[in-house]
Protein backbone atom coordinates (compact mmCIF):
# COMPACT_ATOMS: atom_id res chain seq x y z
CA UNK A 1 0.00 0.00 0.00
CA UNK A 2 1.52 3.47 -0.93
CA UNK A 3 0.90 6.42 0.84
CA UNK A 4 -1.07 9.33 -0.95
CA UNK A 5 -2.98 12.53 -0.55
CA UNK A 6 -6.14 11.92 -2.30
CA UNK A 7 -7.89 9.63 -5.09
CA UNK A 8 -8.53 11.93 -7.43
CA UNK A 9 -6.87 15.14 -9.02
CA UNK A 10 -8.52 16.53 -11.45
CA UNK A 11 -7.07 19.33 -13.95
CA UNK A 12 -9.35 22.26 -15.42
CA UNK A 13 -12.51 23.68 -14.51
CA UNK A 14 -14.68 23.17 -17.02
CA UNK A 15 -17.69 21.14 -17.87
CA UNK A 16 -15.44 17.58 -18.09
CA UNK A 17 -14.17 18.51 -14.67
CA UNK A 18 -16.57 19.74 -12.68
CA UNK A 19 -18.67 16.43 -13.76
CA UNK A 20 -15.96 14.48 -13.24
CA UNK A 21 -15.83 15.95 -9.84
CA UNK A 22 -19.66 15.31 -9.40
CA UNK A 23 -19.61 11.58 -10.09
CA UNK A 24 -16.64 11.40 -7.99
CA UNK A 25 -17.65 12.84 -5.46
CA UNK A 26 -20.93 10.29 -5.12
CA UNK A 27 -18.42 7.46 -5.31
CA UNK A 28 -17.09 9.06 -2.38
CA UNK A 29 -13.69 9.42 -3.65
CA UNK A 30 -11.12 11.59 -2.05
CA UNK A 31 -10.82 14.21 -5.50
CA UNK A 32 -9.04 17.69 -6.11
CA UNK A 33 -9.74 19.81 -8.81
CA UNK A 34 -6.98 22.66 -9.77
CA UNK A 35 -7.98 25.38 -11.96
CA UNK A 36 -5.92 28.36 -12.93
CA UNK A 37 -7.60 30.60 -13.52
CA UNK A 38 -11.83 30.71 -13.03
CA UNK A 39 -13.77 27.27 -13.02
CA UNK A 40 -15.97 27.09 -16.48
CA UNK A 41 -13.86 26.75 -19.06
CA UNK A 42 -15.57 28.57 -22.71
CA UNK A 43 -18.32 28.56 -20.94
CA UNK A 44 -17.71 31.94 -19.26
CA UNK A 45 -17.41 33.89 -22.54
CA UNK A 46 -21.08 32.61 -23.41
CA UNK A 47 -23.80 34.68 -22.74
CA UNK A 48 -26.96 31.93 -23.55
CA UNK A 49 -25.97 28.61 -23.77
CA UNK A 50 -29.61 26.97 -25.63
CA UNK A 51 -28.42 23.36 -26.86
CA UNK A 52 -28.01 21.91 -23.13
CA UNK A 53 -30.63 20.31 -22.39
CA UNK A 54 -33.05 21.25 -19.25
CA UNK A 55 -33.14 24.78 -20.10
CA UNK A 56 -35.59 25.21 -22.28
CA UNK A 57 -35.25 28.93 -22.82
CA UNK A 58 -31.66 28.72 -22.33
CA UNK A 59 -29.06 29.69 -19.06
CA UNK A 60 -26.35 32.00 -19.47
CA UNK A 61 -22.93 29.89 -19.48
CA UNK A 62 -21.55 31.45 -16.20
CA UNK A 63 -24.71 30.50 -14.36
CA UNK A 64 -24.70 26.98 -15.44
CA UNK A 65 -20.48 26.53 -14.62
CA UNK A 66 -21.59 27.74 -11.29
CA UNK A 67 -24.37 25.89 -10.67
CA UNK A 68 -22.19 22.79 -12.08
CA UNK A 69 -19.52 24.13 -9.08
CA UNK A 70 -22.30 24.47 -6.47
CA UNK A 71 -23.30 20.80 -7.78
CA UNK A 72 -19.79 19.17 -7.36
CA UNK A 73 -18.99 21.09 -4.12
CA UNK A 74 -21.80 19.64 -2.48
CA UNK A 75 -20.23 16.42 -3.16
CA UNK A 76 -16.89 17.11 -1.16
CA UNK A 77 -14.85 18.40 -4.39
CA UNK A 78 -11.73 20.71 -3.01
CA UNK A 79 -11.36 23.27 -5.54
CA UNK A 80 -7.54 24.74 -5.86
CA UNK A 81 -6.69 27.92 -7.75
CA UNK A 82 -3.52 26.71 -9.22
CA UNK A 83 -1.45 25.81 -12.59
CA UNK A 84 0.07 22.45 -13.07
CA UNK A 85 3.28 22.12 -14.51
CA UNK A 86 4.37 18.86 -14.49
CA UNK A 87 2.33 15.07 -13.84
CA UNK A 88 5.12 12.39 -12.98
CA UNK A 89 3.76 9.04 -13.20
CA UNK A 90 3.89 6.11 -11.10
CA UNK A 91 5.64 3.27 -10.99
CA UNK A 92 4.49 -0.84 -10.85
CA UNK A 93 5.53 -0.66 -6.92
CA UNK A 94 4.31 2.86 -6.47
CA UNK A 95 1.59 3.89 -8.97
CA UNK A 96 0.59 6.86 -7.23
CA UNK A 97 0.65 9.70 -9.39
CA UNK A 98 2.48 13.23 -8.80
CA UNK A 99 0.88 16.40 -9.61
CA UNK A 100 3.43 19.30 -9.34
CA UNK A 101 1.85 23.02 -9.20
CA UNK A 102 4.17 26.02 -8.87
CA UNK A 103 3.78 26.02 -5.11
CA UNK A 104 2.84 22.46 -4.23
CA UNK A 105 2.66 19.08 -4.76
CA UNK A 106 -0.12 16.50 -4.59
CA UNK A 107 0.19 12.31 -4.73
CA UNK A 108 -2.65 10.66 -6.46
CA UNK A 109 -4.11 7.65 -7.28
CA UNK A 110 -5.42 8.88 -10.63
CA UNK A 111 -5.80 11.72 -12.66
CA UNK A 112 -8.22 13.47 -15.12
CA UNK A 113 -6.88 15.95 -17.71
CA UNK A 114 -9.62 18.13 -18.65
CA UNK A 115 -7.64 21.44 -19.65
CA UNK A 116 -9.76 21.71 -22.52
CA UNK A 117 -8.80 23.96 -25.62
CA UNK A 118 -8.38 27.07 -26.84
CA UNK A 119 -10.27 28.77 -29.71
CA UNK A 120 -7.42 30.06 -32.45
CA UNK A 121 -8.00 34.22 -31.95
CA UNK A 122 -7.02 36.73 -34.97
CA UNK A 123 -4.93 38.45 -32.44
CA UNK A 124 -6.50 42.02 -33.50
CA UNK A 125 -7.64 45.12 -31.68
CA UNK A 126 -10.70 44.72 -30.17
CA UNK A 127 -11.28 41.34 -30.07
CA UNK A 128 -10.85 40.81 -26.64
CA UNK A 129 -12.80 43.36 -26.05
CA UNK A 130 -16.14 42.33 -27.92
CA UNK A 131 -16.10 38.14 -26.82
CA UNK A 132 -19.28 37.40 -25.92
CA UNK A 133 -20.29 41.06 -26.75
CA UNK A 134 -20.89 39.90 -30.60
CA UNK A 135 -17.45 38.07 -31.31
CA UNK A 136 -17.87 34.05 -30.73
CA UNK A 137 -15.97 30.78 -31.17
CA UNK A 138 -18.72 28.93 -31.47
CA UNK A 139 -21.97 29.11 -33.96
CA UNK A 140 -23.77 26.11 -32.77
CA UNK A 141 -23.74 27.55 -28.92
CA UNK A 142 -24.53 31.19 -30.10
CA UNK A 143 -26.26 31.38 -33.58
CA UNK A 144 -29.70 31.69 -32.57
CA UNK A 145 -29.26 34.92 -31.07
CA UNK A 146 -28.61 36.64 -34.36
CA UNK A 147 -32.13 35.72 -35.80
CA UNK A 148 -32.47 37.64 -38.68
CA UNK A 149 -29.18 40.40 -38.03
CA UNK A 150 -26.65 40.50 -40.45
CA UNK A 151 -23.46 38.50 -39.17
CA UNK A 152 -19.80 37.62 -40.16
CA UNK A 153 -17.93 34.65 -40.32
CA UNK A 154 -14.09 34.48 -40.61
CA UNK A 155 -12.44 31.22 -42.06
CA UNK A 156 -12.21 28.92 -44.79
CA UNK A 157 -12.05 25.39 -43.83
CA UNK A 158 -14.51 22.98 -43.00
CA UNK A 159 -15.81 23.86 -39.69
CA UNK A 160 -16.04 27.64 -40.63
CA UNK A 161 -17.98 26.62 -44.06
CA UNK A 162 -20.39 24.14 -41.78
CA UNK A 163 -20.96 26.76 -39.30
CA UNK A 164 -22.26 29.01 -42.13
CA UNK A 165 -24.36 27.01 -43.16
CA UNK A 166 -25.92 26.42 -39.98
CA UNK A 167 -25.94 30.16 -39.19
CA UNK A 168 -28.40 30.31 -42.56
CA UNK A 169 -30.98 29.07 -39.89
CA UNK A 170 -31.25 32.24 -38.32
CA UNK A 171 -29.16 35.51 -39.44
CA UNK A 172 -30.50 37.79 -42.69
CA UNK A 173 -27.14 37.80 -44.21
CA UNK A 174 -23.80 36.16 -43.22
CA UNK A 175 -20.53 37.97 -44.73
CA UNK A 176 -17.85 34.91 -45.08
CA UNK A 177 -14.39 36.79 -44.83
CA UNK A 178 -11.71 34.64 -46.42
CA UNK A 179 -7.46 35.56 -46.52
CA UNK A 180 -7.51 33.67 -49.87
CA UNK A 181 -8.80 33.36 -53.26
CA UNK A 182 -10.34 29.93 -52.62
CA UNK A 183 -11.72 28.00 -49.64
CA UNK A 184 -9.66 25.09 -48.22
CA UNK A 185 -13.03 23.20 -46.58
CA UNK A 186 -14.62 20.20 -48.35
CA UNK A 187 -16.30 20.65 -52.10
CA UNK A 188 -19.47 19.54 -50.86
CA UNK A 189 -19.63 22.39 -47.92
CA UNK A 190 -17.60 24.89 -50.84
CA UNK A 191 -20.84 24.09 -53.04
CA UNK A 192 -23.45 24.83 -50.46
CA UNK A 193 -21.86 28.07 -49.30
CA UNK A 194 -21.07 29.28 -52.43
CA UNK A 195 -24.22 29.00 -53.75
CA UNK A 196 -26.32 29.76 -50.49
CA UNK A 197 -28.60 33.33 -51.21
CA UNK A 198 -27.60 34.41 -48.07
CA UNK A 199 -24.08 34.30 -48.14
CA UNK A 200 -21.57 36.92 -49.41
CA UNK A 201 -17.81 36.09 -49.66
CA UNK A 202 -15.11 38.52 -49.18
CA UNK A 203 -12.14 37.19 -50.60
CA UNK A 204 -8.76 38.30 -49.92
CA UNK A 205 -9.83 39.81 -47.11
CA UNK A 206 -8.69 40.14 -43.38
CA UNK A 207 -10.34 41.73 -40.03
CA UNK A 208 -8.10 44.54 -38.95
CA UNK A 209 -10.62 45.63 -36.28
CA UNK A 210 -13.61 45.23 -34.51
CA UNK A 211 -15.44 48.19 -33.54
CA UNK A 212 -18.31 49.01 -31.58
CA UNK A 213 -19.64 50.64 -27.96
CA UNK A 214 -21.04 48.00 -25.44
CA UNK A 215 -21.76 45.42 -28.58
CA UNK A 216 -19.83 44.75 -31.72
CA UNK A 217 -21.24 47.55 -34.41
CA UNK A 218 -18.89 46.55 -37.65
CA UNK A 219 -15.67 45.14 -38.85
CA UNK A 220 -12.29 47.09 -40.34
CA UNK A 221 -11.35 44.72 -43.39
CA UNK A 222 -7.99 44.73 -45.46
CA UNK A 223 -8.01 43.07 -48.92
CA UNK A 224 -4.59 41.68 -48.90
CA UNK A 225 -3.65 42.04 -52.32
CA UNK A 226 -5.06 45.82 -53.53
CA UNK A 227 -4.75 46.87 -49.98
CA UNK A 228 -7.73 48.95 -49.99
CA UNK A 229 -9.90 48.85 -46.55
CA UNK A 230 -13.09 48.92 -45.72
CA UNK A 231 -15.68 49.28 -42.80
CA UNK A 232 -18.32 46.30 -42.62
CA UNK A 233 -21.52 46.48 -40.19
CA UNK A 234 -22.32 43.56 -38.57
CA UNK A 235 -24.02 42.54 -35.00
CA UNK A 236 -21.93 39.27 -34.64
CA UNK A 237 -18.87 38.11 -35.59
CA UNK A 238 -17.83 34.07 -35.69
CA UNK A 239 -14.31 33.31 -35.67
CA UNK A 240 -13.53 29.66 -37.19
CA UNK A 241 -9.74 29.24 -38.21
CA UNK A 242 -9.10 25.87 -35.55
CA UNK A 243 -8.72 25.28 -31.73
CA UNK A 244 -5.53 24.05 -30.05
CA UNK A 245 -5.93 21.96 -27.28
CA UNK A 246 -4.27 22.81 -24.32
CA UNK A 247 -1.50 20.10 -23.81
CA UNK A 248 1.69 21.49 -24.04
CA UNK A 249 2.54 21.00 -20.64
CA UNK A 250 2.13 17.54 -21.37
CA UNK A 251 5.57 17.69 -22.96
CA UNK A 252 4.65 14.58 -24.80
CA UNK A 253 3.62 12.75 -21.75
CA UNK A 254 0.60 10.75 -22.99
CA UNK A 255 -0.27 10.16 -27.00
CA UNK A 256 -1.65 13.01 -28.82
CA UNK A 257 -3.26 12.78 -32.57
CA UNK A 258 -1.62 14.66 -34.73
CA UNK A 259 -3.54 18.20 -33.52
CA UNK A 260 -2.10 17.70 -30.17
CA UNK A 261 -5.48 15.93 -28.84
CA UNK A 262 -5.40 13.09 -26.11
CA UNK A 263 -5.88 9.65 -27.80
CA UNK A 264 -8.10 7.81 -25.08
CA UNK A 265 -9.91 4.64 -25.11
CA UNK A 266 -13.81 4.57 -24.48
CA UNK A 267 -13.15 4.95 -20.69
CA UNK A 268 -10.94 7.88 -21.17
CA UNK A 269 -7.77 6.08 -20.17
CA UNK A 270 -4.59 7.11 -21.81
CA UNK A 271 -2.34 4.33 -22.59
CA UNK A 272 -0.26 5.61 -19.35
CA UNK A 273 -1.86 3.90 -16.46
CA UNK A 274 -3.80 6.25 -13.83
CA UNK A 275 -4.14 9.04 -16.40
CA UNK A 276 -7.49 9.72 -18.19
CA UNK A 277 -8.63 13.06 -19.97
CA UNK A 278 -12.05 14.35 -20.77
CA UNK A 279 -13.43 16.78 -22.39
CA UNK A 280 -12.19 19.28 -25.25
CA UNK A 281 -9.32 18.04 -24.67
CA UNK A 282 -9.54 14.89 -25.58
CA UNK A 283 -9.42 13.54 -29.68
CA UNK A 284 -12.88 13.04 -31.17
CA UNK A 285 -15.64 14.35 -33.58
CA UNK A 286 -17.58 16.88 -31.42
CA UNK A 287 -16.67 19.90 -28.89
CA UNK A 288 -19.64 20.57 -26.72
CA UNK A 289 -21.08 20.98 -23.23
CA UNK A 290 -22.80 17.90 -23.68
CA UNK A 291 -20.39 15.97 -24.84
CA UNK A 292 -17.63 17.45 -22.48
CA UNK A 293 -20.15 15.95 -19.18
CA UNK A 294 -20.66 12.73 -20.58
CA UNK A 295 -16.88 12.24 -20.93
CA UNK A 296 -16.58 13.57 -17.50
CA UNK A 297 -18.56 11.27 -16.24
CA UNK A 298 -17.51 8.09 -17.61
CA UNK A 299 -13.94 9.00 -16.71
CA UNK A 300 -14.55 9.12 -12.72
CA UNK A 301 -16.61 5.90 -13.18
CA UNK A 302 -12.93 4.92 -15.41
CA UNK A 303 -11.41 5.87 -12.25
CA UNK A 304 -13.23 4.44 -9.50
CA UNK A 305 -12.81 1.13 -11.65
CA UNK A 306 -9.07 1.63 -11.70
CA UNK A 307 -8.54 2.49 -7.76
CA UNK A 308 -10.81 -0.64 -7.17
CA UNK A 309 -8.10 -3.03 -9.55
CA UNK A 310 -5.09 -1.55 -7.52
CA UNK A 311 -7.16 -2.13 -3.83
CA UNK A 312 -7.45 -5.52 -4.84
CA UNK A 313 -3.64 -5.85 -5.71
CA UNK A 314 -2.75 -3.80 -2.74
CA UNK A 315 -1.19 -0.83 -4.22
CA UNK A 316 -3.78 1.58 -2.85
Known amino acids: ?15 AGLTAGIYAGRARLCAFLIEKLIHGGQMMTT ?20 RMRQQAERFGLKILTGEVVQLIPGTAQDPAITVVTEDRRLRSGAVVIATGASYRHL ?13 SFCATCDGALYR ?33 EALRGAKYLQEQVLNHEKVQ ?3 NTVVEEFRGGQYLESLKLKNVKTEEESELTVTGCFIAIGITP ?25 QVPGIFAAGD ?7 QIATAVGDG ?9 YLDKLRGEGKS
Not at 1 to 12: A, E, F, Y
Request: glycine share 12%; charged share 25%.
Open 1 to 15: MTSRDCDLVIIGGGP
Open 47 to 66: DLVENYPGFPEGISGPELSD
Open 123 to 135: GVPGEKEFIGKGV
Open 148 to 180: DQEIAMVGGGDTALSEVIFLTRFAKKIHLIHRR
Open 201 to 203: VHW
Open 246 to 270: NTQWLNDLVPTDEWGFIVTDQEMAT
Open 281 to 287: VRSKNLW
Open 297 to 305: AIAAYAVEK
